[in-house]
């Protein structure tokens, strides 16, 4: 229905805009307070590694339609060094501490759906899904 | 943007905004252990009621705040952590262990205040 | 920077098409009156708005036919979509029903488009280039307000749902700065996340500095929910509050232990009345016995 919302990821100011877009985003599309902040927290944190391993690259946002629901969708792309391991950066070695690595495995317990692809060398995509409860 | 700190006493009362960037965050941990030891503040207060979104990145310079302020003797309280806010925090991983945290001004005062007669 | 395509932008019409629908709109606009009162009594024939007096369906087609013709003669659509808006909130508490908005909307491009054949039947060429400038901005219109209808329900809806949800979980203030959240049942992820969001609102708006969340009555529970548990746990302290949980069973301590969190650090006492008197205390209440308090007064 909608169009895409794409956010030029470069410097630190640019995770505030994202952010606050997916603020706007998720708020028109229905979600409740809390969802509205999980998912502007999750965008928040993948435009952070972005600016952190990246250096550049882009947070997309749309609104998506599923087969009985309605959700927001943040693809996250960079061309940057790509993670080696994604399985490590996967793996919930968060402790209280916030902040370690990538902060993926937190990422995706904000969201309700989450791919990754990592090419190291090439780039990484983050695609997340957040449905309408 | 930067945030307004005011002085109270003994004590310093910084008032985040909304659409805090990395800089802000970054500039407000230096002006506030400036301020600490320019006023030799007892304790810092440091209001995140307008705070939409806590990342890692926030909450690391929270907690390193705390730990620089503590380093001049002087205790750091959190106040005004959004219901949302909380929830996402967790969710995230985000427990800001080892900073102390209040409902509102009124109950980060009181919890300095408490401190500073339990360590005086 | 942002890069957004605005969504709905209708097709710039060509100039013939520009001019024919400014004829059209100043037909539509002449005959204001009669073609109104003509769909408002198609409306009353085909027992739409039922819920709704004569008077109250007069006021609001009034309302909707300008609104139509606005659209029609600026091309845009959002003063529709907020009037749409605003309208849907009026009449779903009214128990007004899907197919009655779309029935008249539908109804109302019906009036219309007759009233253009009637005028236009003697020019067959004019009409149909008439209509050809017509029926999509119709089209256009009719979708708006149904589809504005629609995701006006479906938020009321989610609402209602919402508020059963909080009414089946109460969080009760019994004494001042304490809260009880006393869990009884099964819980799933769904509710657990529902008792959580519910237990911080609480939280803020009682000021509550500690916390009773009492688990005797939950037979079992999950990984996923004793997650749960643990980041309510967490996330109150972010408030400022200090919870207690407890009734908690050998078995659901293991499950807890088993997810890799130190029961240590969590505050536990074995049933609801401990763990009430432990928040007095916390809380700087003093615990006098009856007997006592009795003869001190």
Known sequence: MADDIRVLIRSNLDIVTARQEGRTLAATTGFSATDVTLIATAISELARNIVSYAGQGEIVLRVVAGSNAKGVMIVSRDSGPGIRSVDDAMRDGYSTSGGLGLGLPGVRRLVDEFIIESVPGRGTTVRVTKWLR | ??????????????????????????????????????????????DVTALDVMDSFASRTLRDITYMIRLRGADTVIVGIQPEVAF???????????????????EGLAHLEQRARSSS | MVNKKPANVPQPPSTQSTELLRELVAHLREHRTQLREEWA??????????????????????????????????????????????????????????????????LLRDVLARSLFAKYQGDFTKLNRILDAYEPAANRIANTVAVGFVQERERVIRQQQEAIRELSTPVLQVRER?????????????????????????????????????????????????NHLVQTVEASRLLGATVIVTGLSPEIALTIVNIGVDLGKMNTVGDLQGGIEQAERLLGYKVIPAAEANAAA
Do not use: W
């Open chain 3, 41 to 106: 009594s198609r409306i009353t024939e085909a027992q739409l708005l039922t819920a709704m007096t004569k008077d109250e369906i007069f006021a609001e087609a009034t309302s909707v036919y300008d609104n139509y013709v606005e659209a029609l003669a600026t091309g845009t659509l959002e003063a529709l979509q907020s009037y749409s808006r605003n309208l849907s909130e009026r009449i779903i508490p009214r128990g007004v029903e899907t197919h009655e908005v779309v029935g008249i909307v539908l």
């Open chain 2, 1 to 46: 943007m930067e945030v307004p700190i005011l002085k109270q006493g003994r004590y310093l009362i910084a008032t985040i905004q909304a659409a805090l960037s990395d800089e802000d965050l970054l500039h407000l941990r230096r002006a506030l252990l400036e301020r600490v030891i320019q006023f030799r503040s007892r304790g810092v207060v440091v």
């Open chain 3, 178 to 226: 304490l809260l009880i959240l006393p869990i009884i049942g099964v819980i799933d992820p769904q509710r657990a996340r529902q008792l959580t969001e519910q237990l911080l609102r609480g939280i803020r708006t009682n000021r509550a500095k500690v916390v009773v969340i009492d688990i005797t009555g939950v037979a079992a529970m999950d990984a996923t929910v004793a």
């Open chain 2, 88 to 106: 996402a925090m967790v969710q995230l991983g985000l427990t800001l262990e080892g900073v102390a945290t209040a409902l509102d001004l009124e």
